[in-house]
């Protein structure tokens, strides 16, 4: 109250004016009292008004006599972070091919001179996947490489040339449903359907042979695991993996190149041997059904590429994949010793077979191991494979990429070794170098890409997980 009564009296002195306010130095300090006066008496009106509204607020939010009695409101649904994962990889690599001529006879088809290339590629990965509550995922991964080769994610620079910009594509896009109530059903462990265009649900029990392991399958899949048995010691599981995928959509009906994928796994895990850690034996089959590959996508002038080095004599592939795999450990690491037999049991085209002088080659076999696992700073894994693989065993635009010869892709008609190292350097960096040494399983000029040409590959990669 002291501070309001104090601008009329400021305000009289002016209006009175006596004898001394003819003074200029008095007059000015009378003024810049009245202005503070006013200043003042604004910010008390304003605190006064706060006060009354924060006592209001407070009026409103006491308790009611009967509120204990009324339901709460329904929580409302936001959009959050919770249960969001971002993360990718980038990879350097460098380089390198030594190709060998075989040919010694005068009109061989075979290159003619021995030559060396070296390149540096790059591959870079970034994804992002949610999960909605214990049911329901959805999630996408944009990686580089092109829209022409399902097989490889890598760009090459100084390709096409004077530091063009390098493209980005969508690798996985997919929508995932794992019931909550059938992840522990009695011997029922885990259900799982999926859609979309995602990570290849056939991978883990498959070899190069089948599949590289940048194809990312486009069309739906469903996996199951069941338990068996479950002792202290023994552990009996079967994994079943069931895919309809879309090969190449057509505008009829009858026409689309379709796969339909089939996989059973039994693993059985175990204590009995008096191991540290436990020994796991696992049996997988897998049988792929292609429907009107030959018709819709080999002879497809448009499609060419995907016939790769399959002959002419190739119609609908029906792929039997036996895969029996061992693990145990040896010092401490795990060793995975690994056989892979697979037959091409579909339907040859006998009007081409005249044509064709590896028609019969409809089979292919690998074996390998590997010892160690890199996975933290300090890990050291060791791998070692070799495959012959027929010209018509599996489809060529889906086996592994790197196992063939001078620069193309997706290879059938060869054998060969694959081996190398990786190391942990930290726990997100890792070095690995891949050799390969391969050759035509059956020279000819029929099948496309297959000189006779041993090829010698080396692979340096440094790689940072992010």
């Given at each position: ?399 592994d990429s790197d196992f063939g010869g001078p620069g193309q892709t997706g290879f059938t008609n060869r054998k060969g070794h694959k081996f190398g190292f990786a190391y942990q350097l930290t726990d997100n960096v890792m070095v690995n170098w891949t050799g390969y040494v391969v050759r035509p399983l059956t020279p000819t000029a029929t099948v496309a890409n297959s000189a006779n040409e041993s090829v010698f590959r080396s692979q340096a990669d440094l790689s940072y997980k992010f």
């Amino acid at each position: 109250m002291r501070k309001k009564l104090w601008l009329p009296v400021v305000s009289m002195l002016l209006l009175t004016r006596p004898s001394w306010a003819a003074d200029p130095e008095m007059m000015a300090a009378l003024e810049g009292l009245k202005k503070q006066m006013v200043q003042m008496q604004r910010t008390i009106s304003d605190q006064n008004l706060r006060i009354q509204q924060l006592e209001s607020k407070k009026v409103l939010e006491t308790p009611q006599p009967n509120e204990s009695l009324k339901p709460p409101a329904p929580p409302q649904t936001q959009v959050s972070d919770k249960g969001a994962k971002f993360g990718g990889d980038f990879r350097l690599r460098m380089e390198n091919f030594k190709f060998y001529d075989k040919n010694d006879e005068a009109g061989s088809t075979g290159t003619a001179n021995d030559r060396e290339r070296n390149r540096y590629r790059i591959r870079l990965r970034w994804g992002f996947e949610k999960d909605y509550g214990d049911d329901w995922k959805v999630g996408f991964r944009l990686a580089t490489g092109n829209t022409t080769d399902q097989t490889s994610t890598n760009q090459t620079l100084g390709n096409a040339g004077y530091f063009n910009f390098k493209t980005i594509n969508v690798d996985k896009a997919y929508a995932q449903y794992s019931p909550n109530g059938l992840k522990d059903h009695g011997l029922i462990k885990g259900v799982t359907v999926g859609g979309g265009k995602f990570e290849n649900p056939f991978f883990r029990y498959s070899t190069p042979i089948v599949w590289d392991a940048d194809v990312t399958p486009e069309g739906l899949y469903e996996k199951a695991v069941f338990e068996l048995a479950g002792t202290g010691n023994n552990k009996l599981r079967v994994y079943g993996t069931l895919g309809q995928f879309i090969v190449n959509e057509n505008a009829g009906e009858a026409t689309d190149a379709e796969l339909y994928g089939y996989q059973g796994a039994l693993n059985w895990s175990t204590r009995s041997f008096n191991t540290e850690e436990p020994v796991d034996v696992t049996l997988a089959l897998s049988y792929y059904d292609y429907v009107n590959y030959f018709r819709t996508v080999a002879n497809n002038t448009a499609s060419t590429s995907y016939l790769r080095t399959n002959s002419t004599a190739l119609d609908d592939p029906r792929i039997l994949d036996f895969y029996p795999e061992v693990v145990f450990y040896v010092n401490r690491r795990p060793l995975t010793l690994w056989v892979d037999r697979v037959d091409n049991v579909g339907s040859i085209d006998q009007t081409r077979i005249d044509l064709d002088s590896v028609h019969g080659q409809d089979t292919a076999w690998g074996l390998g191991f590997k010892y160690g696992k890199a996975k933290k700073k300090g890990d050291l894994e060791w791998f070692y494979g070799y495959y012959e693989i027929g010209a018509n065993a599996v489809v060529a635009a889906f086996s592994d990429s790197d196992f063939g010869g001078p620069g193309q892709t997706g290879f059938t008609n060869r054998k060969g070794h694959k081996f190398g190292f990786a190391y942990q350097l930290t726990d997100n960096v890792m070095v690995n170098w891949t050799g390969y040494v391969v050759r035509p399983l059956t020279p000819t000029a029929t099948v496309a890409n297959s000189a006779n040409e041993s090829v010698f590959r080396s692979q340096a990669d440094l790689s940072y997980k992010f």
